[in-house]
Nanobody, 121 residues
């Protein structure tokens, strides 16, 4: 059974940095696109960044130049390096991965449970 487990969240002062990780495990044949999303209190979940299996990246305008998404395909792990954090970056951060399970040739979308990031002013 596929699982995504995020880690690395916490409390940080404005201007600080955090590095989030998301480890995928279970029945995995391959992983295509991987994304980070976040949800602030009282707001809808929003997309933050994407990385393709080949390493191409894309970012929301709100984090461009401050966040860096990366992945280690050998470890099935996704990362988000967050620099110059602002109070408005506060929220629960979720990873999402498009995973092909062995023998299926079909892609399904999986979510982690989320990790809390709090940026104090």
């Amino acid at each position: 059974q596929v699982q995504l487990v995020e880690s690395g969240g916490g409390l940080v002062q404005a201007g600080g940095s955090l590095r989030l990780s998301c480890a995928a495990s279970g029945g995995i044949y391959s992983i295509n696109d991987m994304d980070w999303y976040r949800q602030a209190p009282g707001k809808q979940r929003e997309w933050v960044a994407l990385i393709s299996s080949g390493g191409s990246t894309n970012y929301a305008d709100s984090v461009k130049g401050r966040f860096i998404i990366s992945r280690d395909n050998a470890k099935n792990t996704l990362y988000l390096q967050m620099n110059s954090l602002k109070p408005e970056d506060t929220g629960v951060y979720y990873c999402n991965a498009d995973i092909v399970r062995p023998g299926t040739f079909l892609q399904d979308s999986y979510w982690g449970q989320g990790t809390q990031v709090t940026v104090s002013s």
